[in-house]
């Protein structure tokens, strides 16, 4: 035991380490984590003020459903679980739980504690995996995190451990989903189902498939109740994904008229937006081949700084020289390679050569997979056949990220190379050729850049444009990035050099086992965080204040603020469909969300996209803020709610969605047939009157006086499974109009 506690105690250290300013309470600044703040501030206010969970959220979109913002589910036993096992300051928890994940499935593999703990620091500071940081993706990297003992679980259960492995699996799924990332589980579902065809192949061969049955049935067992714990949880969320982006849509013609992809979930477009160059996998094991990040900066003797100073002086050279355009592939933005590591790909290759049996069938399997499909529209044939035919593929974006397989089974192999490197079982002429072989292949690779890499491409960026008023200037971008792709090469050949060198002054006997376990990690762990710590890194904290409150009213926010009725507030000055700002100070027909209503989304790309005045007088957009930071105010927006005279009944979606170019919203709306078979005429009534008397998210009462009955809409959005409507307390059926609000019959009287 005590091996273990000890190591417990290095992944503490080395997680507050390199996460050094939390020890001073400072917190690390985190783009998407800023905007979930603004986005989540009115639940979090509807909590403490309220004591419960509103599962709803009015300040942005327009209103919608709040699961997957921010929501507490009730006996939800394994949040506290999670609490437990991360109980070092944000991000260090996730550091840590990185560590220590992959130090369970390395036991789990009966590899020893020492070559365990260097794997754990392999794992955990590959550089995917701390970049998500500075992006603020901490759902991904909370799911990421936990992938390691989910597998483990698996591989007990295939081993016969049955109890043990069925106790892990259970738990360590109820954490995984818990996490709420369902793309990332749902990539390790792809990874351990390859898992699971290996280890069928096996069973088939040995004539041992009973056998394989009792471990499916475990496994099955312990996964449903992984899942089943969290049941709340994910019934929402398929409730409401069916209503998403991820959704179908309902709509054949696109905003332009032209007929529209069909789809059960997300665009082939958006799917494979962010898809990873063929060529672009190299910077797996070379980390700038592409240029590093989108933007990098560049020293004085770069040639873009000396070219910069000699036409624009030293002032101009010095500011611009910050922010480089060096990455030269085809993703949109790029925060940093995706580097897993020279050496690591060196013991991965190792393990190909090295290991024998199904692990190794597995693991360069999963990752081949990954990489593949990684590659996106780059690799359209398979990519496109995943969309089509595989459930739920098609629910997720950036396919790059796929290459999470890659990130846990490049290391894991590697480590398993070394447990065989050292066992007693394999000879020493399997292991010199072995050696030899990999460093042959990844010793080529890494020196065949360094050489010819600067001939064998264009090195031209897809913004390279914005410097075509110099055009020396690009001259000597692509000059640094052949540079970039020379050091970081040599850098590389130079690793795996010093690598093989050290084993095989083992495989010599002129080493020892644990000085050669400690000197490689030594190097790995050079190796990876000299890279990470170029992209996050201590000048990315600042103080907790500054991250707990990022936003502070300007004189806009507070002109509007004075307003103490309800409404909704447009912002033009920012993309409103990426803006959780505005959402902290007021209710913003806005948001930052991955998971939008998609009826809402297709509103704004079909009409407010073309400042479609009568749609945004329909939502309550009383405010409009523009240019810098400039209001003005919307004397016609239609109010909380207004009867209208005329119902436009309609047939498709399409002809819903179109009605709105030309409508009337104030006195007329559009409704389906689909959702509205009454024959209702509404007479019009001057004196009818209709008014918000309250509103707390999750109820709006109104008062109503007609001598006629008549037809209400509300700015507020529809969604059925999550709203009822009553009147005089009696449950009544309201319906979808203006393609996204509600609407309700309203008897006359008063009421």
């Known amino acids: 035991m005590m091996p273990f506690?000890?190591?417990?105690?290095?992944?503490?250290?080395?997680?507050?380490?390199?996460?050094?300013?939390?020890?001073?309470?400072?917190?690390?600044?985190?783009?998407?984590?800023?905007?979930?703040?603004?986005?989540?501030?009115?639940?979090?206010?509807?909590?403490?003020?309220?004591?419960?969970?509103?599962?709803?959220?009015?300040?942005?979109?327009?209103?919608?459903?709040?699961?997957?913002?921010?929501?507490?589910?009730?006996?939800?036993?394994?949040?506290?679980?999670?609490?437990?096992?991360?109980?070092?300051?944000?991000?260090?928890?996730?550091?840590?739980?990185?560590?220590?994940?992959?130090?369970?499935?390395?036991?789990?593999?009966?590899?020893?504690?020492?070559?365990?703990?260097?794997?754990?620091?392999?794992?955990?500071?590959?550089?995917?995996?701390?970049?998500?940081?500075?992006?603020?993706?901490?759902?991904?990297?909370?799911?990421?995190?936990?992938?390691?003992?989910?597998?483990?679980?698996?591989?007990?259960?295939?081993?016969?451990?049955?109890?043990?492995?069925?106790?892990?699996?259970?738990?360590?799924?109820?954490?995984?989903?818990?996490?709420?990332?369902?793309?990332?589980?749902?990539?390790?579902?792809?990874?351990?189902?390859?898992?699971?065809?290996?280890e069928f192949i096996e069973a088939f061969k040995t004539k041992n498939l009973s056998v394989f049955t009792k471990q499916a049935v475990v496994l099955i067992t312990a996964m449903a109740i992984g899942l089943g714990v969290n049941s709340t949880r994910l019934l929402s969320m398929k409730q409401y994904g069916d209503f998403s982006t991820r959704g179908k849509s309902a709509l054949t013609i696109n905003p332009d008229g032209s007929p529209k992809e069909k789809s059960t979930g997300l665009d082939k477009s958006y799917i494979t937006e962010y898809s990873y160059g063929i060529a672009e996998t190299f910077n797996l094991m070379i980390p700038r081949f592409m240029g590093g990040g989108t933007v990098e900066e560049l020293s004085s003797d770069s040639n873009f700084y000396q070219t910069l100073e000699k036409n624009a002086g030293r002032n101009v050279a010095k500011e611009y020289s910050k922010q480089v355009l060096t990455y030269w592939g085809t993703q949109p933005i790029v925060e940093a390679p995706a580097y897993i590591g020279a050496i690591l790909f060196f013991l991965f290759f190792l393990g190909v050569f090295l290991v024998k049996g199904r692990l190794k069938y597995w693991l360069v399997s999963a990752t081949i997979f990954s990489i593949v499909l990684s590659w996106g529209k780059n690799f359209a044939g398979i990519t496109n056949f995943f969309i089509d035919y595989v459930p739920l593929y098609n629910k997720f974006r950036a396919?790059?990220?796929?290459?999470?397989?890659?990130?846990?089974?490049?290391?894991?192999?590697?480590?398993?190379?070394?447990?065989?490197?050292?066992?007693?079982?394999?000879?020493?002429?399997?292991?010199?050729?072995?050696?030899?072989?990999?460093?042959?292949?990844?010793?080529?690779?890494?020196?065949?850049?360094?050489?010819?890499?600067?001939?064998?491409?264009?090195?031209?960026?897809?913004?390279?444009?914005?410097?075509?008023?110099?055009?020396?200037?690009?001259?000597?971008?692509?000059?640094?990035?052949?540079?970039?792709?020379?050091?970081?090469?040599?850098?590389?050949?130079?690793?795996?050099?010093?690598?093989?060198?050290?084993?095989?002054?083992?495989?010599?006997?002129?080493?020892?086992?644990?000085?050669?376990?400690?000197?490689?990690?030594?190097?790995?762990?050079?190796?990876?965080?000299?890279?990470?710590?170029?992209?996050?890194?201590?000048?990315?904290?600042?103080?907790?204040?500054?991250?707990?409150?990022?936003?502070?009213?300007?004189?806009?926010?507070?002109?509007?603020?004075?307003?103490?009725?309800?409404?909704?507030?447009?912002?033009?000055?920012?993309?409103?469909?990426?803006?959780g700002r505005t959402s902290y100070f007021h209710n913003s027909i806005g948001g930052y969300h991955a998971a939008k209503m998609k009826r809402y989304q297709e509103l704004f790309d079909y009409q407010i996209s073309k400042n479609n005045i009568e749609v945004l007088n329909m939502l309550n957009a009383k405010y409009f803020i523009v240019g810098d930071d400039k209001l003005q105010e919307n004397k016609d927006a239609n109010g909380n709610a207004w009867f209208v005279n005329n119902l436009k009944i309609v047939k498709s979606a399409d002809e819903e969605i179109f009605a709105l170019d030309s409508l009337n919203t104030k006195t007329s709306a559009v409704i389906n047939a689909k959702n509205y078979t009454n024959k209702n005429q509404f007479k019009k009534d001057s004196t009818a009157t209709i008014s918000l008397i309250k509103n707390d998210i999750t109820t709006l009462i109104y008062q109503t006086n007609t001598q006629e009955n008549q037809f209400a809409v509300f700015s507020e959005i529809y969604y059925k499974d999550g709203w009822n409507a009553y009147i005089d307390n009696k449950l009544v059926p309201h319906y979808n109009v203006n393609y996204v609000l509600r609407g309700l019959e309203v008897p006359k009287g008063k009421h």
Request: aromatic letters at 14%; proline letters at 3%; hydrophobic letters at 50%.
């Open 5 to 198: 506690a000890i190591t417990l105690v290095v992944f503490v250290i080395i997680s507050l380490l390199y996460f050094s300013p939390v020890l001073s309470g400072k917190q690390i600044k985190q783009n998407d984590i800023t905007q979930f703040i603004g986005m989540s501030k009115e639940v979090k206010d509807y909590r403490i003020e309220k004591g419960e969970e509103p599962y709803w959220l009015g300040n942005a979109f327009s209103g919608m459903p709040a699961y997957q913002v921010s929501a507490y589910y009730p006996n939800d036993f394994v949040r506290y679980i999670d609490k437990a096992i991360r109980f070092l300051p944000r991000p260090a928890d996730y550091l840590f739980l990185y560590f220590f994940g992959f130090f369970i499935l390395l036991t789990a593999l009966k590899v020893d504690w020492k070559l365990a703990v260097l794997g754990s620091l392999s794992f955990g500071f590959s550089t995917y995996l701390i970049i998500i940081f500075g992006a603020g993706h901490n759902a991904k990297a909370h799911a990421i995190g936990y992938m390691p003992m989910v597998t483990a679980g698996v591989l007990y259960i295939f081993r016969k451990k049955y109890l043990l492995g069925f106790v892990i699996t259970a738990l360590a799924m109820a954490l995984e989903v818990y996490t709420n990332h369902p793309q990332m589980t749902y990539y390790l579902g792809f990874c351990l189902l390859i898992l699971a065809i290996v």
């Open 399 to 579: 396919v790059s990220s796929i290459q999470v397989i890659a990130e846990l089974c490049v290391p894991l192999l590697g480590i398993i190379a070394l447990r065989d490197l050292f066992s007693s079982k394999v000879t020493s002429e399997e292991k010199e050729n072995a050696l030899k072989n990999a460093f042959y292949v990844l010793g080529g690779i890494t020196l065949l850049f360094a050489l010819f890499g600067s001939s064998l491409f264009a090195f031209e960026g897809l913004r390279d444009a914005q410097y075509q008023e110099l055009p020396t200037l690009i001259d000597a971008l692509i000059t640094d990035r052949k540079a970039m792709l020379f050091k970081d090469s040599v850098r590389s050949f130079l690793l795996i050099l010093a690598s093989a060198g050290l084993l095989w002054f083992y495989l010599k006997g002129k080493l020892k086992q644990v000085p050669v376990i400690i000197i490689l990690g030594a190097l790995i762990v050079f190796d990876l965080v000299s890279v990470d710590i170029k992209y996050v890194n201590k000048e990315d904290f600042t103080s907790a204040r500054k991250v707990l409150k990022p936003f502070t009213a300007t004189q806009t926010d507070k002109e509007i603020l004075k307003d103490k009725s309800h409404y909704r507030v447009a912002n033009f000055s920012v993309n409103p469909m990426q803006d």
